[in-house]
Each structure stands twice: as C-alpha cells, then as structure tokens.
C-alpha cells in the first residue's frame, strides 16, 4: 500500500510537471516574437541557453550527483541536443521571427507527427493506416495555415517553422529509442551546452550590429526564458517522456498550438482567420492519431 502510495505520488508530480510545461511551451511564442523584435535570434539563444545549461548543472551538483555520463550514452546525447536544441531553437525562431507566435507553434507542434514517421522510416514503428491518415491531416492543416498567412509572401517563415517541427520528432524518437537512463536534469544541462555552445562565433559573426534597442520588457523575457523555456522545459519534456509514454506526452502538448493561438489573440491583437481554425483542428487531429495510432488493431 505504501509503494502504492509513493508511486501515485510520484504519477502526481509528474501530471504537475507536464501542465506546467504545457503552460510555459504555450506562452513562449508570443513572448519570443517581442524579443526577437529587438535581439537576433542566434544572440537570444545564446543568452538563454548557455546560462539554463550551468543553472541545470549547479541543481545537480547540489544534489551530489556527478556530471558524467556513461561513454554509451554519448551517442544518443550528441544526436539529441543537436536536433533538439541546435537546429530546432535556431529553425523555431527564425521562423518565429518571420511569423506569428501562434500559426509558428501550429506549425512546430507538427512534432509528434514527424517522430512516427521518423520512427516508421528506420523501422522502429509500422507506417500504418493511422500513420498515413495522421501525415494527410497534417498536410491538409498546413496546406490550410498556408493560404491563411499568404504563403508566397512567407514561404521562408513556413520552411523554417516545418524545418524545426521535422528537427524536434527527430530528436524525440531519439529520446524514445536511444536507451536513455540519465537523470534528466542532467541530460538537460548537457543538451543546452552541446546544442549552444557551437551558436556562439556565429552569433558573434552576424549579430553584433543587428541588435535593436532591448528595454526591460525584453530582459524580463530573457530572464524568463534562462529559467523557465530553456531550464526547466527541457529538464520536464525529458523527465516526463520516461515516465510516461511518448503517446501520452504527445496528446498532451496538442493543447499547446491551440493556447498559442489563442494567446495570440487575445493578448497580441492578432486576426483569426478561417483558414487558421481549420488548420488547429486539422493538425492537432493528425497530432491525436500519430499519437495514438487509433487504426491500428482494426487492420492488423
């Protein structure tokens, strides 16, 4: 009874962790259009990710763990911090840059998407019937958005923002298969160095004369995006994978292109139009079945 007890705990905690990531992944978009609006891009990861990754290593230390990981694991970890914080945080904000908050997060969240795909193509997972059913969705979606947002006028914005969904389903089907058994906040610290430390001649190279004019405002999301975007995001997305399934954490994040939209909307004075609602209810449909292969014990 009182493993029980502990083990609903701990399934409690992680629930807590995944809400709040859903929370700060859904706020982040239009948080980051205002600060790219002053700080490049490269630059803005730079300052966030590089202080995240040493925060992460200090809440290890002081938890008298060691910074080491097994030789084995290196592999899996060089992979997943290049697709998961270098190509995906340079993509997802120089599309982001290009576009809006939320039709950048609808496009990104395609995530879960490419991950079955990616999965069915080395031959982890079947490309099934759902598989299919969840791409077509998901094209349908994007073919949508695309027409909303004018898509001769943002071609590169939707390359880019699609680019870093394809870049983050590669990463997580890494984190599903690699055999991953480190702590998380550890892996976490890890990702943000490997992933930013490789950012920072180019951005030395191309951003030191395109700043603007960064207030407060803009260092206050700075500061929020060291503790909460780059901290804490990575440490809750990697921990709660291993314990729960990628399913269950993919149907989860479906909430967050629908909160970024509504968030642009509400706050950013943002127009909805037609083809963006249909293009939320397209793609977060083809995030569901991805998710959770409905189709499948019916055929096989």
């Known amino acids: ?28 978009w239009s948080l980051f259009k205002i600060a ?5 891009p490269l630059s803005f990861r730079v300052m966030t990710g590089v202080p995240a990754g040493i925060l992460l290593f200090v809440f290890v230390l002081n938890k008298k763990k060691s910074l080491s990981i097994p030789r084995e694991n290196w592999k899996s970890l060089l ?15 120089y599309g982001l840059s290009l576009l809006g908050g939320g039709r950048a997060a609808v496009l990104a969240y395609t995530m879960p998407v490419w991950a079955t795909i990616s999965a069915g193509l080395i031959g982890y997972e ?36 699609l680019s870093a969904g394809l870049s983050w389903g590669i990463g997580t089907m890494i984190v599903k298969y690699g055999g991953f058994k480190s702590d998380g906040m550890l892996v976490a610290g890890w990702q943000q160095l490997i992933g930013v430390l490789p950012l920072i001649p180019f951005a030395l190279y191309f951003d030191l004369n395109n700043f603007g004019n960064p207030n407060y ?22 921990t709660v ?23 642009d909307y509400l706050f950013m ?5 037609n083809f963006d609602v249909i293009a939320v209810i397209f793609i977060v449909s083809s995030i569901f079945i991805a998710a959770t292969k409905p189709f499948n014990k019916k055929l096989d």
């Open 126 to 161: 079947k490309i099934n019937f759902s598989v299919t059913l969840a791409l077509i969705f998901g094209m349908i979606g994007i073919f949508s958005l695309s027409i909303g947002i004018g898509v001769l006028d943002n071609i590169l914005g939707l390359f880019l923002t």
């Open 241 to 263: 994978l291993q314990k729960f399934s990628v399913n269950i954490t993919s149907i989860s994040v479906m909430m967050v292109p629908v909160l970024a939209i509504l968030i």
């Open 36 to 40: 790219l609006q002053e700080i490049p």
């Open 217 to 238: 405002i803009h260092y206050l999301i700075i500061f929020y995006a060291i503790f909460f975007s780059s901290a804490y995001t990575y440490w809750a997305y990697f």
């Open 269 to 273: 004075g943002v127009f909805l139009t």
């Open 79 to 93: 992979l997943i911090s290049f697709f998961n914080v270098t190509l995906w945080q340079v993509l997802m904000l």
């Open 1 to 28: 009874m009182i493993k029980n007890k502990i083990k609903n705990n701990k399934n409690l905690l992680t629930v807590i962790l995944l809400i709040f990531l859903i929370i700060v992944w859904s706020s982040v």
